[in-house]
């Protein structure tokens, strides 16, 4: 535990004394702020129009109007970010041979991965941590969002951010060149997100496909063929889907355990393939 | 202290450690001394824990590296090929760094980087960032960042390469005092740095151990023909057909283009020099200078790389 602390700790004040910290929190921070600043505006813009409709009024909710979009564009930043974060946590190491010191250190190579797995976290935490901001500001213009459902909301994009991370430093554990470690990690990354695009047009259900598979045989055993689709399936794996109720604001756990375990999942993937490379 | 049984490293089919053994007592300076590509670096890479090998078994204090590969790394100090540094970090930080992941105790880590800064001659640029500092000063951060946790076993891949002679002088009394505490093994193509700082030689090539022994050993396998130089004021002519007369000279050759001086080669048990001499002050041929030749170290190698027996 100490060896992983002591590796995240010069992961982070190394993306603190490079300008890559600030530039990537600068970059997202411009962004999410104007796409946070004209949805307000909009919002501001109809609520003078037609506030005074009590018809209208109903449908004036700063939660849906304000905070929601906003969510939803900080996972699309991310999606673009987050490759640059992570593209030289372990590609950077290998090419300048400092992976030799790491690695004839008395530390495993679980506790290297996660120390720079923790390192990026602690990148995404402060990145995310300055965004509070926005919804103070709404409370301080006095209107008044559903704190609860914001921080929900808040929880989906740290999930979602976190795994993204998985991704990429999965990615990074594969190749020395960090230009190959970005576009690698955000192909991979996009893919994901959209994954569950065809979902809705992909009615074949999975049991069909594994009748053609196997030539007829899975039929003949008699396990039918309805169920879950393919599109089904996509839905499942795809990282947008799960984000979808908690830009809601709606707290289902079992999105919580598909984030926490797909994380988990890419850690132990980049763990194995860091061990392996060794061995070549 | 270190225990190597016959490692092999296949890198994709290609061997480049073939069958290696050899064992190093504690306290001893083990110098590996081998052309380009011999598999010097595969080796310590080896030995290190960092490459496990593809077969054999390597034991550092009695436990084995890929069975307690913690515990073994613990008693290992490094200093790879290129030294492993971290060039957007400053010196001292950086050490501080390398001392917390080699496990030494939080309230000790200053005095020890204290310590490494001031044994390595670091002082002057201890707050100075690394990717600016000069190749013998990165070279000696390399070697103040394998000292800091004061291991059992020191391994320096080419610990002198990128210095100034003076900087070479300093590294090397450096490491003979590491003599009899820590067990060394450093690796160099460089002759004169084995001749200087180590009891052992073992020479590589090709992936193969080709020699082992010690310096005074080494040296004596060039004894099997003795060489003798010779220098006189007024040799007559037919002087070379004179000399080859003498009891176990083997052949009398000029040494290059001065006239009078020769090479004298003779049978390594028979010394001819006291026959020389008297046949010399006899014929009044003027002797100048009759020394022995030992074969340089230079000449040791470069006849074990090509495969000759010395």
């Known amino acids: 535990m100490r060896n992983t602390l002591t590796i995240a700790g010069r992961e982070i004040r190394t993306y603190f004394t490079s300008p890559l910290a600030y530039v990537v929190i600068g970059v997202f921070l411009a962004l999410s702020g104007y796409i946070f600043w004209s949805s307000l505006w909009r919002f501001s813009e109809l609520c003078l129009q037609f506030g005074a409709n009590p018809m209208y009024r109903q449908q004036l909710n700063v939660n849906d109007m304000v905070i929601r979009p906003m969510f939803g564009s900080m996972g699309f930043i991310f999606l673009m970010l987050i490759p640059l974060v992570t593209m030289r946590l372990l590609a950077e190491e290998k090419k300048n041979g400092t992976s030799e010191l790491l690695f004839t250190c008395p530390v495993t190579s679980a506790e290297v991965v996660l120390g720079k797995y923790l390192g990026g976290a602690m990148l995404l935490v402060v990145m995310l941590g300055v965004t509070l901001?926005?919804?103070?500001?709404?409370?301080?213009?006095?209107s008044s969002p559903d704190l609860k459902q914001a921080l929900v909301g808040y929880l989906g994009v740290l999930l979602m951010g976190l795994s993204f991370l998985g991704v990429g430093l999965l990615i990074s554990s594969l190749t020395e060149n960090q230009i190959v470690a970005a576009v690698g990690a955000f192909g991979a990354l996009l893919m994901l997100w959209v994954l569950s695009w065809v979902a809705d047009s992909a009615t074949v259900t999975l049991a069909t496909i594994l009748d053609r598979v196997s030539l007829g045989l899975w039929e003949r055993a008699g396990l039918g063929l309805g169920g879950a689709t393919l599109g089904d399936l996509l839905n499942r794996v795809s990282l947008?889907?799960?984000?979808?109720?908690?830009?809601?604001?709606?707290?289902?756990?079992?999105?919580?355990?598909?984030?926490?375990?797909?994380?988990?999942?890419?850690?132990?993937?980049?763990?194995?393939?860091v061990e392996s490379r060794r061995w070549r | 202290m270190i225990e190597v049984s016959s490692i092999t490293k296949l890198y994709g089919g290609r061997p480049a450690v073939r069958d290696v053994s050899f064992s190093v007592r504690k306290g001893e300076v083990l110098g590996f001394l081998g052309p380009n590509g011999a598999g010097k670096t595969t080796t310590m890479r080896i030995l290190t824990g960092f490459v496990p090998p593809t077969s054999g078994s390597v034991q550092v204090g009695g436990l084995d590296i890929l069975e307690q590969p913690i515990e073994v790394k613990r008693k290992i100090g490094y200093l790879p090929e290129h030294p492993p540094l971290y060039r957007e970090m400053l010196v001292r930080p950086f050490l501080s760094f390398v001392a917390a992941i080699r496990g030494v105790p939080r309230r000790q880590i200053r005095a020890r980087v204290d310590r490494a800064i001031e044994r390595?001659?670091?002082?002057?640029?201890?707050?100075?960032?690394?990717?600016?500092?000069?190749?013998?000063?990165?070279?000696?951060?390399?070697l103040a960042q394998a000292l800091l946790h004061d291991p059992e076993v020191l391994i320096l891949d080419e610990p002198t390469v990128g210095l100034d002679p003076s900087q070479i002088r300093e590294i090397r009394d450096l490491i003979k005092g590491f003599a009899g505490e820590h067990t060394v093994i450093l690796s160099t193509h460089i002759l004169a740095e084995v001749t200087m700082t180590c009891q052992r030689v073992m020479i590589i090539n090709e992936g193969r151990i080709a020699a082992e022994d010690t310096l005074a050993g080494l040296a004596a396998r060039g004894e099997r023909t003795r060489r003798v130089a010779l220098r006189l004021a007024r040799p007559p002519a037919g002087v070379e057909t004179d000399l080859r007369g003498i009891p176990g000279v083997l052949g009398v050759t000029r040494d290059g283009t001065d006239a009078g001086a020769y090479i004298v080669e003779s049978d390594g048990a028979a010394d001819p020099r006291e026959a020389i001499a008297a046949r010399a002050v006899q014929g009044g041929w003027g002797l100048l200078e009759l020394?022995?030749?030992?074969?340089?170290?230079?000449?040791?190698?470069?006849?074990?790389?090509?495969?000759?027996?010395?």
């Open chain 1, 133 to 142: 901001s926005y919804p103070l500001l709404i409370m301080g213009s006095g």
């Open chain 1, 240 to 273: 947008l889907e799960h984000f979808q109720d908690f830009r809601k604001g709606v707290l289902d756990s079992g999105h919580v355990i598909f984030y926490l375990s797909f994380t988990f999942f890419a850690l132990f993937l980049t763990q194995r393939v």
């Open chain 2, 120 to 142: 390595c001659g670091l002082t002057s640029v201890s707050g100075r960032l690394i990717g600016l500092l000069s190749k013998g000063y990165q070279q000696r951060v390399g």
């Open chain 2, 291 to 310: 020394r022995s030749l030992s074969l340089s170290l230079e000449e040791i190698f470069i006849r074990i790389v090509r495969g000759e027996s010395a």
